[in-house]
């Protein structure tokens, strides 16, 4: 598949929406928020659809998403909460990376 400018501005608004989820993460403002959820949905279809264009490793993406479902729908003490948000938080940046090199072409 070639990788066209629609392709790149698409990628670049998931790399967005990938800091607005650290933003809030890093804020404390996530124990009850959707919004997380809902930007893991659509990376999941990103990489199942242009999995073959990007650079982004699925396994990534996927332990990603387990501990955003753990922060969301388990009950955990603090110190452990913040151990699995701060994975996250890297996790994130992993795909942030990812996508970055993906449009600029970074090795």
Known sequence: MEVTAPFNLSTMLLVAFACWVIYIRTKGHSDTSNIPLFYYG???????????????????????????????????????????SVLECCGLAGIVYFNLSTVFGWS
């Not at 729908?73 to 603090?78: K, R, S, T, Y």
């Open 42 to 84: 659509m990376i999941v279809y990103y990489v199942i659809a242009y999995g073959d264009s990007t650079s982004l490793p699925p396994l990534l993406v996927y332990v990603s998403l387990v501990l955003a479902l753990l922060l969301r729908f388990e009950f955990m003490n603090a110190s452990f909460t913040k151990a699995i």
